[in-house]
C-alpha cells in the first residue's frame, strides 16, 4: 500500500507540475492565479509523500510540517485564484487584512511548534504489519483547521453563489470546481477523524488541480453553445465557420475542426487553411460572397465539396460578420457519376454504350478536325453458335471476353464501345491501328472458360475517315461494309473500306429502289434456256430471270440477284416470274406447244410467304397444267427448316408439280435429300464436266449418278453442256435431259419460240 500511494503521489506532483508550467506560458489573465494554485496544491501532496514513504520520525514530522504549512499556501492561492476566477472582490481591506492575519498567526505557531510542541506531535503505529507515524493533534492544530475549513467554506459559499447566479452558459464551469471541492472537503474530513497515517484525499487535490487547469485555461462553454448553434443550424453536417466583421475566426463547428485537423481550437490560421485546402486565394476578400465548387485529391480518392461564403449585417446595415459553410457532397456525386456511368456503358462488357461511344467519337473529331482518324468495326462471326451450343451464359461470358480484347489491345488514344450484340467499334487515330499485329491475334482467338473452349472467328472493317462531317453510324456502316470482302474467310482477319464498296452499296440501293416500277413496266423479264432430249428435242425451257433497264441495258443476273436475295426482295421477282411462267405456258396451250417450264424457288421465299398456295394460286388463276411448270429448288435451300420445307414440296407434288433438284452434288447432303424429297428431275452440277474426258474418276461418279436417277426413277437433267463430246458422253450414260450453250444461250421467249421451229 506504501509504495502504491507513493507511485500515485509522484503522478500527482509531476502532473500539477506539468501543468503549472504550460500556466505560466499562458496569455489569459486568470493564468497567474492558476500556476500559483497548482504550485500551491504541491506541498501538501509532497508532505503526505514523506509521510508515508518513509519509516524515519524525524522524516514523517517534516512532511506534516509541510503539510499542513502547504495548506496555509493552498488557502492563500485558493482565495486569490476564487476571487479571479468568479471576478469579485474584496469588500475593504478589514476582512482580508482578518484573513490573512489569521494565516500569517497559525503559519508563526507552526514555527514554534518544535519548541512548545503546542500544535502536533507524532508517535509510531504499526498498520498491515508496517511502521507509519500517526499525528497527535494539539490545540494549535485545531487553530490550524478552524482557520482553514473557515478560508474553505467561504470559497464554497462564493461558488455556490455563482452557480445560481451565473447565466446557464457559465455555471457549469462553476458547479464542476464547487463539486469536486465539496467531495475533497468532505474526503479531508473523514481523513481527520479516521486516525489513518495515509491522507487519501491528496488524491482529490491533485484531481482538483487538474480541473482548475483545464476550466480555468482550457475549458469554454462548447457543449451548450453547440447546441444553441446547432438549433440554428438544425441537421447541419457541414463544416461551418464563423468570422467577425474584421475577417478573424471566431468559431468552427466540429466538423470543420476535423476537416481542416486544427488543434487546440487555434483559430488563427483557418483561413490560411481554407485558401490552400479548397483553393479559394481571391475569394476571401472581407466583402466578397461566393458559391463554388472543389475537387479536392487524397489518397482514399477524390472528394467534393460546395463551399459557400456568406454575410450578416447589423440594423445599421455594416457588416457585422461573415460564415462560411462546406458541404462534402462527395457521396451524391459519386452516386451521379454511378449513374451516369451506367447510362454511358453497357451493362455487360462496362465498354461505352452506342449512343455514349458515337457521342465521344463525334466530340474527338471536332475537337481534331485536322486530325487523322479511323473507326474499327469488330464483328464475331456466327456468335449465335456460341448460345446455341453452350447457352447463353457462355456466351455472356464470350462478349465479356472479347469486350476486354478491345479494352486491352488498343492504345489509350482510342474510344471503343460495344454497338450492339456481338458488335463492338472503336475510334483511333491511324497511325496507331496497326493490322499486322491484329492478324496475329486474332488467327487463334477463342473463348476458354474453365473447361469449355470455342474458337472465335472475328473480323475488323476499317475506315479511315476521310469525310469527318459524315454522321458516325454512316462511318461505321462504312467500316462494316469492308467485312463483307472477308465474311467467310479464316486466314484474313482485317479489311479495309474503300469508294468501290460505297458505290456498290449504292448501286444495290439504286435497283433496290427501282425494281417495283421495272416489274411494272416489263423490264424484268424470264429469258428461257432450252431443255433438250437425248435426240436433240427441245422438250422444255427454264425460265432465268434479266433485266433489260432503261439506261444499263441488259443487266447481268450477278448484278442484282444477289443484292435481292440478301434484302429480300428476291421473293418479288420470283412471284413476277411465276406469273410470266404461267403466262406463257397459258398462251403454249392454246398454240398447242407441248412443253415444260422450270421456275426457281429461292431459299428467302418461305420466309416471305406461303410457296405452295402461292404458285398454286397462279397455276389456277391461268388454268395451267401444273406438270408444266416444273418447280426448281437447289439443295442449299432445304439445308433450313428441312421438315417444313419438305411438307410445301410434298404438297406440290400432291397438286401435280413436278419437282427439281438443282445443284445436286454441290451441298453436303445430297443422298440424305434424294431420300426426304420428293423430286422427280435432279439436275447434275457442271462441275462434274470439267475436264471429264481426261478425269476417270469425275467419269465414274458422273456415271453412277445417272445410273442411280434411274434406279430411284428420278430423271437425270445434266446443265452446263458445252461440247458436243459432253453431250455425246452423257447420252452413252444414259442422262435423258440437257441444257447448256452447246444447245443455246437464255433467250428471250420470242426468240426461243423461233428456235424451237427450227429444231423440230
Not at 466538423?255 to 486544427?262: K, P, T
Not at 456466351?395 to 479494352?407: F, I, Q
Not at 396451250?589 to 415444260?596: A, H, V
Request: proline share 3%.
Amino acid at each position: 500500500m506504501r509504495v502504491a500511494f507513493s507511485l500515485i503521489f509522484i503522478s500527482l506532483i509531476a502532473a500539477l507540475g506539468i501543468c503549472r508550467f504550460f500556466a505560466c506560458r499562458s496569455h489569459k489573465s486568470i493564468a497567474p492565479a492558476v500556476a500559483m494554485l497548482l504550485g500551491a496544491l504541491i506541498p501538501p501532496v509532497s508532505g503526505n509523500l514523506l509521510i508515508i514513504a518513509y519509516t524515519n520520525q524525524h522524516v514523517a514530522t517534516l512532511g506534516y510540517y509541510i503539510y499542513f504549512l502547504g495548506m496555509n499556501y493552498v488557502m492563500f492561492a485558493l482565495l486569490r485564484f476564487t476571487f479571479d476566477y468568479c471576478l469579485i472582490k474584496w469588500r475593504g481591506n478589514k476582512l482580508k487584512n482578518l484573513v490573512y492575519g489569521l494565516m500569517l498567526i497559525d503559519t508563526i505557531q507552526y514555527a514554534l511548534n518544535p519548541f512548545f510542541k503546542q500544535a502536533f506531535e507524532t508517535k509510531e503505529i504499526i498498520v498491515d504489519s508496517a511502521p507509519y507515524f500517526s499525528l497527535l493533534a494539539h490545540w494549535g492544530q485545531t487553530f490550524h483547521r478552524i482557520v482553514d475549513y473557515g478560508i474553505f467554506f467561504a470559497v464554497l459559499l462564493i461558488f455556490i453563489v455563482k452557480v445560481i447566479d451565473s447565466p446557464r452558459i457559465y455555471s457549469e464551469r462553476y458547479s464542476t470546481l464547487l463539486i469536486a471541492m465539496i467531495v475533497i472537503g468532505l474526503w479531508e474530513t473523514f481523513y481527520i477523524f479516521s486516525n489513518n497515517p495515509i491522507d487519501r484525499s491528496m488524491i482529490g487535490f491533485g484531481v482538483f488541480g487538474l480541473l482548475v487547469y483545464y476550466f480555468a485555461l482550457h475549458y469554454r462553454p462548447m457543449r451548450l453553445l453547440d447546441r444553441m448553434l446547432a438549433n440554428i443550424v438544425s441537421d447541419m453536417s457541414d463544416a461551418l465557420f464563423f468570422f467577425d466583421a474584421v475577417g478573424r475566426c471566431i468559431w468552427v463547428n466540429s466538423r470543420g475542426i476535423e476537416l481542416l485537423d486544427i488543434e487546440n481550437e487555434d483559430f488563427e490560421h483557418v483561413t490560411d487553411r481554407l485558401c490552400q485546402r479548397f483553393d479559394l486565394n481571391g475569394l476571401m476578400n472581407l466583402d466578397n460572397t461566393f458559391h463554388v465548387k472543389r475537387t479536392v485529391h487524397g489518397d482514399d480518392g477524390d472528394r467534393y465539396y460546395v463551399i459557400e461564403k456568406r454575410s450578416t449585417s447589423d440594423d445599421r446595415g455594416h457588416l457585422a460578420g461573415t460564415y462560411i459553410t462546406v458541404r462534402d457532397n462527395t457521396e451524391e456525386q459519386r452516386a451521379f457519376e454511378k449513374e451516369k456511368f451506367i447510362a454511358h456503358h453497357d451493362e455487360l462488357t462496362g465498354l461505352y454504350t452506342r449512343e455514349y461511344l458515337y457521342k465521344r467519337i463525334r466530340d474527338r473529331l471536332l475537337a481534331n478536325q485536322n486530325g487523322d482518324y479511323c473507326v474499327v468495326f469488330v464483328d464475331a462471326n456466327n456468335f449465335k453458335v456460341i448460345n446455341d451450343i453452350y447457352g447463353n451464359e457462355f456466351g455472356d461470358y464470350a462478349l465479356k471476353v472479347l469486350g476486354n480484347w478491345v479494352r486491352n489491345n488498343f492504345p489509350e488514344s482510342s474510344i471503343y464501345g460495344r454497338i450492339s450484340g456481338d458488335m463492338f467499334g472503336i475510334c483511333l487515330p491511324f497511325k496507331d491501328f496497326h493490322p499486322e499485329k491484329y492478324e496475329t491475334e486474332l488467327e487463334n482467338f477463342s473463348i476458354k472458360d474453365g473447361k469449355l473452349e470455342h474458337p472465335l472467328l472475328v473480323h475488323l472493317g476499317v475506315y479511315r475517315i476521310t469525310e469527318p462531317g459524315l454522321d458516325v453510324s454512316v462511318m461505321f456502316d462504312r467500316a462494316r461494309m469492308a467485312l463483307n470482302t472477308i465474311k467467310d474467310e479464316f486466314s484474313k482477319h482485317v479489311a479495309f473500306y474503300d469508294d468501290n464498296m460505297r458505290d456498290r452499296v449504292l448501286w444495290d440501293q439504286m435497283i433496290s429502289s427501282q425494281l417495283h416500277e421495272a416489274l411494272q413496266r416489263g423490264e424484268v423479264r424470264p429469258y428461257l434456256q432450252p431443255v433438250v432430249d437425248a435426240n436433240g428435242v427441245v422438250v422444255g425451257a427454264e425460265a432465268l430471270v434479266r433485266w433489260i433497264h432503261p439506261i444499263d441495258g441488259l443487266l447481268s443476273p450477278a448484278s442484282f440477284i444477289p443484292v435481292f436475295e440478301r434484302n429480300g426482295m428476291i421473293a418479288e421477282i420470283d412471284k413476277h416470274m411465276w406469273r410470266c411462267a404461267c403466262e406463257i405456258l397459258a398462251r403454249w396451250k392454246k398454240e398447242g406447244r407441248d412443253l415444260f417450264i422450270s421456275v426457281n424457288i429461292s431459299p428467302k421465299d418461305f420466309y416471305f410467304m406461303d410457296v405452295a398456295e402461292e404458285i398454286k394460286s397462279i397455276v389456277k388463276e391461268y388454268g395451267v397444267d401444273p406438270s408444266k411448270m416444273r418447280v426448281e429448288i437447289t439443295e442449299s435451300a432445304m439445308m433450313e427448316d428441312i421438315e417444313n420445307r419438305v411438307k410445301v414440296l410434298n404438297d406440290l407434288e400432291k397438286h401435280g408439280f413436278l419437282v427439281e433438284m438443282d445443284d445436286f452434288g454441290a451441298g453436303y447432303s445430297s443422298l440424305n435429300m434424294l431420300k426426304d424429297m420428293p423430286v422427280e428431275v435432279i439436275k447434275l452440277d457442271m462441275v462434274f464436266l470439267k475436264e471429264t474426258n481426261n478425269d476417270t474418276k469425275a467419269k465414274k461418279i458422273l456415271n453412277h449418278i445417272v445410273k442411280l436417277s434411274d434406279d430411284l426413277g428420278v430423271t437425270s437433267l445434266t446443265e452446263g453442256v458445252e461440247t458436243r463430246d459432253q453431250y455425246s458422253m452423257l447420252v452413252d450414260m444414259g442422262c435423258k435431259l440437257f441444257q447448256g450453250y452447246y444447245f443455246a444461250k437464255p433467250m428471250p421467249v420470242e426468240e426461243f419460240e423461233i428456235f424451237c421451229e427450227k429444231r423440230s
